[in-house]
């Protein structure tokens, strides 16, 4: 039986539903069991899961701009609560999984390949350069180094075809202007599929990035919206990022391209970024 946190969240429901999917037993962690390690670790010894899954933390509403207004929150969900997991997790001997961000990063790597896993994040408090919720995504994987019997898996702007206000597709249709920027993004059916398969396959634990194979561009993707009829919106773009942060952002975006080899590699299932795409396109959801 699985434990999951957080699986009423836009992730998590997605983590749940594969669950289910593959008829795998789960139970929601109680909020107030996560109080601290040693109510946690109480919680695991009498429910005994055999894995454990932590989707839970604080993205602010109606985007990580709330994360500058409600730094304890941010704080608590990002930094302090995966340090709970994995001393409660530790103590108790139960393997686990926790979900980060791939907004660790901006751009792409020096020799203009996507960031690896073993790639130290560029886009954090240690850089100054960042905004509030991806200091503490940074800050919350620090406190996971070394972690035993830990997978972290790193989700990129997760997107499918139904028109919830966290599908990254969906922001782009509601959005009164964008930005023109190249991204990795994860596609949620097969991001939950690839982080229980982690377990079923027994991979070795570690971080693995998450994202669909390749990167695409916002202009890309309004433009396959337009053709699919999605949309007939005349979107209109951002001249930079200077005028989106002066007009329409508290705080810098992390915009950046991850290599998600690892993964692949290994075994798990993720299809181009542009075929993934093109699928939630054609099933989409008005």
């Known amino acids: 039986m699985f434990a999951v946190a957080g699986g009423s969240g836009y992730v998590g429901s997605w983590l749940c539903r594969e669950l289910e999917r593959r008829k795998l037993p789960w ?8 109080a601290d390690p040693t109510a946690l670790a109480d919680w695991l010894e009498k429910v005994r899961p055999s894995a454990v899954i932590n989707a839970a933390g604080f993205t602010g509403k109606p985007n990580v701009d709330a994360c ?3 730094k304890a929150e941010c704080l608590a969900g990002n930094c302090v609560l995966p340090g709970t997991f994995r ?4 103590a108790v001997g139960i393997p686990w999984g926790h979900v980060s961000s791939g907004c660790i990063y901006s751009g792409r790597r020096p020799d203009g390949d996507g960031f690896r896993e073993t790639d130290p ?3 954090s408090f240690r850089q100054d350069n960042c905004s509030f919720y991806s200091g503490c995504k940074a800050l919350g994987e620090e406190v996971l180094h070394g972690a035993d019997a830990c997978y972290v898996w790193r989700p990129r702007m997760p997107f499918e075809w139904t028109n919830s206000p966290r599908n990254y597709l969906a922001k782009l249709l509601h959005y009164p202007k964008l930005l023109d920027a190249e991204n990795s993004l994860t596609y949620l059916p097969e991001f939950a599929a690839a982080c229980i398969d982690c377990f079923e396959k027994k991979l070795p634990f570690g971080i693995y990035n998450l994202t669909n194979p390749g990167a695409i561009t916002t202009r890309k993707v309004v433009e396959w919206m337009k053709g699919r009829g999605v949309s007939d919106k005349a979107f209109e773009f951002f001249a930079d990022e200077s005028e989106f942060l002066a007009l329409a952002a508290k705080t ?3 915009n950046c391209v991850l290599d998600s080899s690892k993964a692949v590699f290994a075994g798990l299932k993720l299809s181009p970024v542009e075929d993934a795409i093109q699928e939630c396109l054609e099933r989409w959801q008005s």
């Open 121 to 123: 994040p560029n886009f």
């Open 68 to 70: 500058e207004l409600q």
């Open 252 to 254: 810098p975006r992390s």
């Open 87 to 90: 001393m409660a997790c530790t």
């Open 27 to 34: 139970i929601a962690i109680e909020r107030q069991a996560t």
